[in-house]
Nanobody, 124 residues
Framework: QVQLVESGGGSVQAGGSPRLSCSAS????????MGWFRQVPGKEREGVAA???????SYAASVKGRFTVSKDFAKGTLDLQMNLLKPEDTAMYYC???????????????????WGQGTQVTVS
């Protein structure tokens, strides 16, 4: 079993640079692939960034160049450095993990096995 706990959200001014962190417990084999997703009420979930066990990175076009995902395999953490935030980045951000990256890793209906409770980011 894998448990994921997100932190670092809050209210941020446009242009700000908060850092989200996801702390993962459980077997590293069960969380080899990890990612960040976000969702606004009434809208479809959006894949933000993902990192595979071989270090391969994926980013949504809307955040590429502004957000950076990083994973510390030893500590079991997944961070998302968010720069140049925009009001449209406002959402609940979720951490996800899986033994292997799903075929549709970043799609709205991706089937990551484990999910955190989420952390709200509000940009004004």
């Amino acid at each position: 079993q894998v448990q994921l706990v997100e932190s670092g959200g809050g209210s941020v001014q446009a242009g700000g640079s908060p850092r989200l962190s996801c702390s993962a417990s459980g077997s590293p084999d069960r969380r080899a692939c990890m990612g960040w997703f976000r969702q606004v009420p009434g809208k479809e979930r959006e894949g933000v960034a993902a990192i595979d066990d071989d270090g391969s990175l994926s980013y949504a076009a809307s955040v590429k160049g502004r957000f950076t995902v990083s994973k510390d395999f030893a500590k079991g953490t997944l961070d998302l450095q968010m720069n140049l935030l925009k009001p449209e980045d406002t959402a609940m951000y979720y951490c996800a993990a899986d033994p292997g990256c799903p075929i549709a890793t970043m799609s709205p209906d991706t089937d990551f096995t484990y999910w955190g409770q989420g952390t709200q980011v509000t940009v004004s």
